[in-house]
């Protein structure tokens, strides 16, 4: 599967609509986003049924400033709607193979556990 093109339009529901949704951040200008890209497509290719989506922080400013992404590549994941991985830097092929494998592997319940743990106000 290609990557898709993520866009403030868009962003918000495809993390809402994808049970896992990976999104690189990244600008043409940047090299180590250059040399990510072959790894972050060969992935996207070698799971199917995994989201991958990209967003060119040249174009998507207001987007990446709402992430937070003060550095690239930055790699993030959802799961379920939940940001469970955050990470500035590329991977290499091993490493997101095994980040992959991680988060099939969560355990959603106690995530969101957790998460509600963190949120103030709530018991």
């Given amino acids: ?15 809402e609509e ?4 990976l999104v690189d951040f990244w600008a043409s200008w940047c090299g180590p986003c250059r ?5 972050y497509e060969a992935a ?3 799971n199917p049924d995994l989201t991958f989506g990209s ?8 987007l990446a400033g709402a992430a937070q992404v003060t550095s690239i590549p930055t790699l993030m994941v959802f799961r379920e709607g939940i ?8 991977l290499p092929p091993p490493a997101l193979d095994q980040l992959i494998t991680a988060v099939r592997e969560l355990d959603m319940d ?5 998460v509600a743990e963190q949120e103030p106000g709530e018991a």
């Avoid at 994808?18 to 949704?21: A, C, E, S, T």
């Avoid at 940001?83 to 830097?89: A, D, N, R």
């Fill in 55 to 62: 967003v060119n922080t040249e174009e998507q400013h207001a």
């Fill in 18 to 21: 994808n049970d896992v949704l």
């Fill in 83 to 90: 940001l469970v991985f955050s990470q500035p830097g590329a």
């Fill in 35 to 39: 040399q990510f890209a072959p790894t």
């Fill in 110 to 114: 106690d995530v969101r556990r957790q």
């Fill in 44 to 46: 996207s290719e070698a």
């Fill in 1 to 15: 599967m290609a990557t898709i093109e993520l866009t403030g339009e868009n962003f918000e529901s495809s993390v």
